[in-house]
């Protein structure tokens, strides 16, 4: 893996979005070697801001047209340069230090796009789109770690899968907008606006934690038959441990999030 080219108030930017967006992920990377959490960061800035669009907005054409620019910008960046865009200027520096799966990406955008088109209409449907939007993100990050995700695909798929189901838990507990989009539609409807549960938006939390909770020993299993050194990519998970196993949303407590992070990397227990 190459180190790359980071300026140190791009560096800054980049772990800055992370850790207030995201601190479980945030506290995940700095566990790993500079030249490893840079790129990290960068990967995760980039879902982030994928994340905040789909926030945004809500008509699905504003939506498409902003996942159109990121789609373009991949395809041309290595003649245009710089964008002005510090994300995408940090996204492309990782990968072509990291010789990063381009079509993941791609993926990972086409994903949100049909997001936009379409409500979800069922469980399957909700769980396809979680799952479309967590594992390119997942993969790269291993291939950041220098791993070869093809050898721990199945691991990949039971982590992606619980991680699918964090996802919902969190963006419908922090009231985020996207939750729209994610949620499917016998739902949504039941869905809170804000992190207060009452009510119908109690059942809700609580059956989609009742799946989470479903998934976690799967993958459990799965993340302690990962090498060490892909342990990261998959390390914030265990900051929401038993997240499910009431109807209220309560965001980690920082300090403990940080002790689970750093002891699920050490011995491979989320």
Same mark, same amino acid.
Not at 44 to 55: G, R, V
Not at 256 to 269: D, E, T, V
């Given at each position: 893996?190459?180190?790359?080219?980071?300026?140190?108030?791009?560096?800054?930017?980049?772990?800055?979005?992370?850790? +207030?967006?995201?601190?479980?992920?945030?506290?995940?990377?700095?566990?790993?070697?500079?030249?490893?959490?840079?790129?990290?960061?960068?990967?995760?800035?980039?879902?982030?801001?994928? +994340?905040?669009?789909?926030?945004?907005?809500?008509?699905?054409?504003?939506?498409?047209?902003?996942? +159109?620019?990121?789609?373009?910008?991949?395809?041309? *960046? *290595?003649?245009?340069?710089?964008?002005?865009? %510090?994300?995408?200027?940090?996204?492309?520096?990782?990968?072509?230090?990291?010789?990063?799966?381009?079509?993941?990406? *791609?993926?990972?955008?086409?994903?949100?796009?049909?997001?936009?088109?379409?409500?979800?209409?069922?469980?399957?449907?909700?769980?396809?789109?979680?799952?479309?939007?967590?594992?390119?993100?997942?993969?790269?990050?291993?291939?950041?770690?220098?791993?070869?995700?093809?050898?721990?695909?199945?691991?990949?798929?039971?982590?992606?899968?619980?991680?699918?189901?964090?996802?919902?838990?969190?963006?419908?507990?922090? $009231?985020?907008?996207?939750?729209?989009?994610?949620?499917?539609?016998?739902?949504?409807?039941?869905?809170?606006?804000?992190?207060?549960?009452?009510?119908?938006?109690?059942?809700?939390?609580?059956?989609?934690?009742?799946?989470?909770?479903?998934?976690?020993?799967?993958?459990?299993?799965?993340?302690?038959?990962?090498?060490?050194?892909?342990?990261?990519?998959?390390?914030?998970?265990?900051?929401?441990? $038993?997240?499910?196993?009431?109807?209220?949303?309560? %965001?980690?407590?920082?300090?403990?999030? +940080?002790?689970?992070?750093?002891?699920?990397?050490?011995?491979?227990?989320?």
């Amino acid at each position: 893996m190459a180190s790359g080219n980071f300026g140190s108030e791009q560096s800054r930017y980049i772990a800055n979005l992370v850790r +207030q967006a995201d601190r479980e992920r945030y506290l995940a990377a700095i566990l790993t070697p500079r030249a490893i959490r840079v790129h990290l960061l960068a990967l995760y800035a980039f879902d982030l801001e994928i +994340q905040a669009i789909a926030d945004r907005v809500t008509e699905p054409l504003a939506g498409e047209i902003r996942i +159109q620019w990121w789609r373009d910008w991949l395809k041309v *960046h *290595h003649e245009k340069g710089r964008s002005g865009n %510090p994300v995408a200027d940090a996204l492309c520096t990782t990968i072509d230090a990291n010789d990063l799966t381009v079509g993941l990406l *791609h993926d990972y955008l086409d994903t949100w796009s049909e997001i936009f088109q379409e409500d979800a209409k069922n469980r399957l449907a909700m769980e396809e789109r979680t799952v479309g939007v967590q594992l390119p993100i997942l993969t790269l990050a291993v291939e950041i770690l220098a791993g070869q995700p093809g050898r721990i695909a199945g691991e990949v798929a039971d982590l992606t899968n619980y991680a699918g189901y964090i996802l919902l838990l969190k963006c419908i507990g922090d $009231g985020r907008g996207f939750a729209r989009y994610l949620v499917s539609r016998d739902l949504i409807e039941q869905t809170p606006s804000s992190a207060s549960k009452t009510g119908e938006g109690e059942k809700t939390y609580a059956l989609l934690g009742g799946l989470a909770l479903e998934r976690q020993s799967r993958a459990s299993t799965a993340f302690n038959r990962l090498p060490r050194e892909l342990r990261p990519a998959f390390a914030y998970l265990a900051a929401y441990s $038993g997240l499910g196993a009431s109807g209220n949303w309560r %965001p980690p407590n920082p300090f403990l999030a +940080q002790w689970r992070i750093w002891q699920a990397i050490r011995s491979g227990r989320l």
